[in-house]
C-alpha cells in the first residue's frame, strides 16, 4: 500500500526558534498534501492544503507566517513552525492523495506525526 | 465549524462483542471515510463509503450512511483487544476530508 513518510516522529526545541516536519510520499505522486493538528485526545483539525508548485491554502485562523508551507516537488511537502512558542505544543500530522486517485478526496494515506514539544 | 460530531466519545467492551460508533456531519458530501488511530500515532484509513451507497462491508466492519440524516454507523463485530484505538469519520468536503471529535475504544480481553 502507498506509504507517508513523516519525519521527524518527536521533536523538542526552544521558544523562539523554527522546527520544520517532512513529510513525503514514498511510492506515489502527491500534488496535494495536508496539514493536520491534534490536541491529546481531540480530532485532527486542518490546518492548511499544499498544493505541489503553488501555494498553500490555510484554513480560517491558521497564521501563514506562523507556519510555512513548501511543497517542492510531487512527493514532499514540508511545513515549518516559525519562532515556536509553548501554545504550538502538538501532534502535527501531514497526509498525502494518491494524484491518481479517481475523486478529489478519495482515501488519504497519513504520515506517523510529529509530536512537537516547545519549552 | 464544519466538523463533525461522534457518539459515544468513549466506548468500553469485551472481547467478542461488537461495537458500533455514530458520525453525524453538517455538509453534502461525496463520500465518508472510517479511520483509526493507534495513541500518538497516524491515521489508518479503513473504509469508504459513497454518497449514492447505503451500506458497505470489510471483514469485521460494517458502515452504513443515511444521507438524509446526515449520518453514518459504524460497527465492529466480534472485536479483539487489538480493536482498541481511536476512530474517527471523515466527510468528503470540496477537496477536504473533514474529520470527526472521533471515538475511543477500548476492548478488555
Known amino acids: 500500500g502507498a506509504v507517508v513518510s513523516q519525519h521527524p516522529s518527536r521533536v523538542i526545541c526552544k521558544s523562539g526558534t523554527s522546527v520544520k516536519i517532512e513529510c513525503r510520499s514514498l511510492?506515489?505522486?502527491?500534488?496535494?498534501m495536508f496539514w493536520y493538528r491534534q490536541f491529546p485526545k481531540k480530532s485532527l483539525m486542518l490546518m492548511a492544503t499544499s498544493n505541489e508548485g503553488s501555494k498553500a491554502t490555510y484554513e480560517q485562523g491558521v497564521e501563514k507566517d506562523k507556519f510555512l508551507i513548501n511543497h517542492a516537488s510531487l512527493t514532499l511537502s514540508t511545513l515549518t513552525v516559525t519562532s515556536a512558542h509553548p501554545e504550538d505544543s502538538s501532534f502535527y500530522i501531514c497526509s498525502a492523495r494518491d494524484s491518481g486517485a479517481m475523486s478529489t478526496n478519495e482515501k488519504l494515506f497519513f504520515g506517523s506525526g510529529t509530536q512537537l514539544s516547545v519549552l | 465549524s464544519q466538523q463533525g460530531e461522534e457518539d459515544p466519545q468513549a466506548l468500553s467492551i469485551q472481547e467478542g462483542e461488537n461495537a458500533t460508533m455514530n458520525c453525524s456531519y453538517k455538509?453534502?458530501?461525496?463520500?465518508l471515510q472510517w479511520y483509526r488511530q493507534n495513541s500518538g500515532r497516524g491515521l489508518v484509513h479503513l473504509i469508504l463509503?459513497?454518497?449514492?451507497?447505503r451500506e458497505k462491508h470489510s471483514g469485521r466492519l460494517r458502515v452504513t450512511l443515511d444521507t438524509s440524516k446526515k449520518s453514518s454507523s459504524l460497527l465492529i463485530t466480534a472485536s479483539r483487544a487489538a480493536d482498541t484505538a481511536s476512530y474517527f469519520c471523515?466527510?468528503?468536503?470540496?477537496?477536504?476530508?473533514?474529520f470527526g471529535t472521533g471515538t475511543r475504544l477500548q476492548v478488555f480481553p
Open positions: 463509503i459513497r454518497s449514492n451507497e
Open positions: 471523515a466527510t468528503g468536503y470540496t477537496d477536504k476530508l473533514i
Open positions: 455538509t453534502s458530501i461525496n463520500n
Open positions: 511510492d506515489f505522486q502527491a500534488t496535494t
